[in-house]
């Protein structure tokens, strides 16, 4: 009976991860439906395989959950997914210097794990959606060289783990929120933001 029982525990461990690797990879595919990749950068992005820690790009721990998403400079184009918030063990989004457009989704803030989101370079546009400000492990937000607008969320100004921040060449309003963790600002950590004063 207690082998039965531990059995039965190992198969559903092993079912659960499998479970997860494929939500991920659904999540990565859901992207890569959006994207233009006149490079075939993407080519090996299979969703009939098991899990995406085969894909090009896409780095995955021991436990085949997805960790790192390295596409930076990959001529890219087409907009973010909502998708991607469902990659919750997500600790390095690389999307900077390609062409994506459209809105940031909201549901990156359900990144827990994020500790770097570089999304500079595109041509993103609206507001920079305040559910980052939940993000406690970044420590690198770079969402400059974009075509943002509204304010800065005072959300982010709660990232105690933040050591760059740069919201410059975008079309943000208002003032700098001056508290919370940009107080703790040293010359180790930098901030960068270009604004207009009027909304």
């Given at each position: 009976?207690?082998?039965?029982?531990?059995?039965?525990?190992?198969?559903?461990?092993?079912?659960?991860?499998?479970?997860?690797?494929n939500?991920?990879?659904?999540?990565?595919?859901?992207?890569?439906?959006?994207?233009?990749?006149?490079?075939?950068v993407?080519?090996?992005w299979?969703?009939?395989?098991?899990?995406p820690?085969?894909?090009?790009?896409?780095?995955?721990?021991?436990?085949?959950?997805?960790?790192?998403?390295?596409?930076?400079?990959?001529?890219?184009?087409?907009?973010?997914?909502?998708?991607?918030g469902?990659?919750?063990?997500?600790?390095?989004?690389?999307?900077?210097?390609n062409?994506?457009?459209?809105?940031?989704?909201?549901?990156?803030?359900?990144?827990?794990?994020?500790?770097?989101?570089?999304?500079?370079?595109?041509?993103?546009?609206?507001?920079?959606?305040?559910?980052?400000?939940?993000?406690?492990?970044?420590?690198?937000?770079?969402?400059?060289?974009?075509?943002?607008?509204?304010?800065?969320?005072?959300?982010?100004m709660?990232?105690?783990?933040?050591?760059?921040?740069?919201?410059?060449?975008?079309?943000?309003?208002?003032?700098?929120?001056?508290?919370?963790?940009?107080?703790?600002?040293?010359?180790?950590?930098?901030?960068?933001?270009?604004i207009?004063?009027?909304?």
């Amino acid at each position: 009976m207690e082998d039965s029982w531990v059995l039965f525990m190992l198969m559903l461990a092993i079912f659960s991860v499998k479970v997860a690797a494929n939500s991920e990879g659904d999540a990565l595919y859901a992207l890569r439906r959006n994207l233009h990749d006149p490079g075939n950068v993407l080519q090996s992005w299979d969703p009939t395989l098991v899990n995406p820690c085969t894909w090009f790009h896409v780095t995955c721990d021991r436990d085949n959950r997805v960790t790192r998403l390295d596409l930076g400079n990959a001529r890219l184009s087409g907009s973010l997914v909502r998708d991607l918030g469902r990659l919750t063990h997500l600790q390095y989004l690389e999307l900077y210097k390609n062409n994506l457009v459209g809105r940031i989704p909201k549901e990156l803030g359900n990144l827990k794990s994020l500790v770097s989101l570089d999304l500079y370079h595109n041509n993103l546009s609206g507001d920079i959606p305040p559910s980052l400000g939940k993000l406690k492990s970044l420590r690198f937000l770079r969402l400059n060289g974009n075509k943002l607008t509204g304010r800065i969320p005072r959300e982010l100004m709660n990232l105690s783990s933040l050591k760059i921040i740069d919201l410059s060449e975008n079309d943000l309003c208002g003032t700098i929120p001056t508290s919370g963790s940009l107080s703790k600002f040293t010359e180790k950590r930098w901030v960068f933001f270009s604004i207009r004063y009027i909304c």
